[in-house]
């Protein structure tokens, strides 16, 4: 059993930037695939970036990329989401989640998922 929470969501300008954390309780971080996902008011929860257990491979929705990093710290049970450059359509729910497969782009494939923080971007 994995148990995550999210934190570092919050209030921006757009241009701003903001780094979520996960970080995550139970055994095995290492060995999972983390995830981030989105679901903004309306819309269907989407992918956003993925990382591998060794952080050596990450993937990114093509509206994130080159503006988001995913990392993560296994000594630290805990990956982040550097977002930079944020643009109002940033706006959502922000999720964790942790799959045992390698799984990366779909979320039905991850495993469990955390609470959620809330990110917003003004104009």
């Known amino acids: 059993q994995v148990q995550l929470v999210e934190s570092g969501g919050g209030l921006v300008q757009a241009g701003g930037s903001l780094r979520l954390s996960c970080a995550a309780s139970?055994?095995?971080?290492?060995?999972?695939?983390m995830g981030w996902f989105r679901q903004a008011p309306g819309k269907e929860r989407e992918f956003v970036s993925a990382?591998?257990?060794?952080?050596?491979?990450?993937y990114y929705a093509d509206s994130v990329k080159g503006r988001f990093t995913i990392s993560r710290d296994n000594a630290k049970n805990t990956v982040y989401l550097q977002m930079n450059s944020l643009k109002p359509e940033d706006t959502a729910v922000y999720y964790c989640a942790a799959s045992y497969s390698s799984t990366y782009y779909n979320l039905r494939g991850y495993d469990y998922w955390g609470q959620g923080t809330q990110v917003t971007v003004s104009s």
């Open positions: 139970g055994r095995a971080f290492s060995s999972y695939t």
């Open positions: 990382i591998n257990w060794s952080g050596r491979s990450t």
